[in-house]
Structure formats: structure tokens, C-alpha cells
């Protein structure tokens, strides 16, 4: 079992920068991926960015392309994602998602085993 724990959510204006964070606990010596997914009201859920673990190999959503880092800490079995010029397009519940073995897109959320409860992220006009 993997135990994720999102943070860092919360009210920006248009323009604003937020960063999150996803910290693993459990069984998380074996990390193929981590990848954060967001969901607005009546949405489905939707790909932001996924990061390799082993090498850091970043994929990211068309919609926040120039605009989103991830980035992972191994040390701290934690992924960060750096969201700037943060739209209103943007506000959703963000969600942290685990693979702990190999994926073949890490783009698609049915392939990983473990996410967290999400974290709102709200941008203001």
C-alpha cells in the first residue's frame, strides 16, 4: 500500500503562482511514476503532469504546457508541481497519483494503483 498526502492548494488571483506537494509513504520503494490529475466540477478527471521516477522524465497536459513543472524529490519520496500564471481554467481539485510499477504513458489515470484526496486549487478573476 502507498499512502499519498497532497498539499499546498488553495485561493489565487488570475496570474498567481501555487506550488503542491505529494508526499508517498508506505511501500514506496518502488516508484515507477507519480503524476497529478485535476478534476473541476462536472469534469471529468484530467492529466496534468506525470514524472519518471527513475530519471525525471516529465510529461505534461497540453493546457498547462509552459506554465506547470513537476519535479520529484527521491529522498523525500515527493513530488512537487509548480503551477504559475495560474488561470481560472485552472481551479479544480488536484490529485496526486502513484505507479509503482512500469506504465506504458503515464498520461491516463487508470494506470496507476494509488492517489491521494486532492487539493483545491482556486484562481480568481
Known amino acids: 500500500q502507498v499512502q499519498l498526502v497532497e498539499s499546498g492548494g488553495g485561493l489565487v488571483q488570475a496570474g498567481g503562482s501555487l506550488r503542491l506537494s505529494c508526499a508517498a509513504s508506505g511501500r514506496t520503494f518502488r516508484t515507477y511514476a507519480m503524476g497529478w490529475f485535476r478534476q473541476a466540477p462536472g469534469k471529468g478527471r484530467e492529466f496534468v503532469a506525470a514524472?519518471?521516477?527513475?530519471?525525471?522524465?516529465?510529461t505534461y497536459g497540453d493546457p498547462v504546457t509552459g506554465r506547470f513543472t513537476i519535479s520529484r524529490d527521491n529522498a523525500k519520496n515527493t513530488a512537487y508541481l509548480q503551477m504559475n500564471s495560474l488561470k481560472p481554467e485552472d481551479t479544480a481539485v488536484y490529485y496526486c497519483?502513484?505507479?509503482?510499477?512500469?506504465?506504458?504513458?503515464?498520461?491516463?489515470?487508470?494506470?496507476?494503483?494509488?492517489w491521494g484526496q486532492g487539493t483545491q486549487v482556486t484562481v480568481s478573476s
Open positions: 514524472i519518471r521516477w527513475s530519471d525525471g522524465s516529465a
Open positions: 497519483h502513484h505507479a509503482s510499477s512500469t506504465i506504458a504513458t503515464m498520461r491516463a489515470a487508470y494506470e496507476y494503483a494509488y
